[in-house]
């Protein structure tokens, strides 16, 4: 059995990008969930999706604001909110050097 050897955390920034990421996320589920049927733009979502996420406020807030923002039914911005909480860490990518860094 291997002992622990360290714990890091990340408080944005320091081991990936946090902004690069949500946009990156924002993207993806503006193709996933075809946003653009709903008459949201790519670029509107993009910048307000990383606006509203790296405030300190809940990510319930965010989707509320969001739908708000939008003009998104409940059930979809509750969809998004959930997927968001399953898969957004998933998707996070290291700053480059990230990996080489941790082996030294």
């Known amino acids: 059995m ?59 807030e965010v989707f509320v604001r969001l739908q708000a923002a939008f003009k998104l039914n409940a059930f979809l911005a509750n969809t998004l909110r959930e997927d968001f909480d399953t898969n957004s860490g998933a998707a996070t990518r290291p700053l480059p050097g990230l990996h080489a860094l941790l082996q030294r």
């Open 2 to 60: 291997r002992s622990l050897q360290a714990i890091l955390f990340d408080l944005d920034d320091t081991l990936h990008d946090k902004s690069q990421n949500l946009a990156g996320f924002a993207q993806e589920q503006f193709a996933t969930y075809a946003l653009a049927n709903h008459g949201v733009e790519l670029s509107q979502w993009t910048s307000q999706y990383v606006d509203l996420n790296n405030l300190r406020i809940e990510k319930t």
